[in-house]
């Protein structure tokens, strides 16, 4: 039975079109995503490839339940006292770091163990925009979401992780389920008045898919917020890991092969980077409850964006 709900918005853009590939992996390949539909649904984001010399832009998503994370803690708990008792985050850029790089492997395996998914989006960069239509008009059309002063490159942010998120919530929430999105603290979240406009706008892009008339509440949060639990860290490192890796991984991954379904193998020596062979083949192999997909949006040889789907099977050869 599929998972993934699909949503009749064709103006919705780009993300419908990424939408509309999940849903037919999704179909095609029973298992590919678990259903989050028991209790709070938590989203939990973080990004990579931020930085001038980026051919892509990685944005990633942890999609739970509160109570599979509860039900992850004790896992946790062992796997922070024996690998990594002083309070050390895992994060990608960091596994040079001979105590984090022996953590890695064990991490991997403790996080497995988490019912929900790793949905993963990978932007060519070539695509300068989600929007259609000059950005800076439609943010005046939303002045209660976006003040007078957004950079251009921080709006484009906060719209393109708005649109996923909201395509998120679409696509595997309850109209009557609560969920609470966690994002890594960044330059579109540096002020409690820039995280309630972000907020707002997301709802606002959610009920446009949707059209919920009585929606559970979305709250949101960061990393650095003080409520936040010890575990919080180490569930941000999920996506962290991930998004680092499929950026490393992009020249050796499927783009857009103009059909519904293929396969594709990864040649022997494609990989050169150890840190993303070791998470990609954690992704193509893992036997646990926590699914990870791919989408893709790339430039294609007839200069349009094309949207794609992605499951991993097997791994990554050395």
Known sequence: MAVWRRFNEPQAGFIYDLSESLAIVDWRFPGTLEAVTDGVMVIVSDYSGQHKQASHEAYSFLVTTGRALNDW??????????????????????????????????????????RGNVITVLVDRRIKSFAEGDL?????EFPDCFSSDLKPGTLEKMFRVSSLVA????GL?????????????????????????????????????????????????????PHMP????????IPDLIAGACCQLRNVLPTYCGTEVWRRAVPPGAV???????????????QGRLRQVLLRLELGDDGLPHAS?????GGLRR
Request: no cysteine; proline share 5%.
């Open 230 to 237: 010890p575990s919080a860290e180490d569930v941000a490192s």
């Open 272 to 286: 050169k980077d150890r840190r993303a062979l070791v998470v990609g083949n954690w992704m193509a192999t893992a």
């Open 167 to 170: 395509m998120l919530t679409a």
């Open 173 to 225: 929430r309850e109209e009557y389920q609560r969920s609470f999105w966690i994002s890594d603290h960044d330059e579109t979240l540096d002020t409690f008045e820039r995280r309630e406009r972000f907020g707002r706008f997301t709802s606002y892009l959610t009920f446009g898919l949707t059209h919920w008339h009585k929606p559970a509440d979305m709250e949101f949060g960061t990393t650095e917020s």
């Open 309 to 313: 789907a992605q499951r991993f099977e």
């Open 73 to 114: 803690l004790p896992i946790r708990r062992e796997f922070r006292n024996r690998w990594l008792p002083d309070g050390r985050r895992i994060s990608f850029k960091d596994l040079r770091e001979p105590v984090r790089w022996r953590a890695l492997i064990p991490f991997l395996r403790a996080i497995g163990a988490i």
């Open 136 to 140: 800076a008009t439609l943010a005046k």
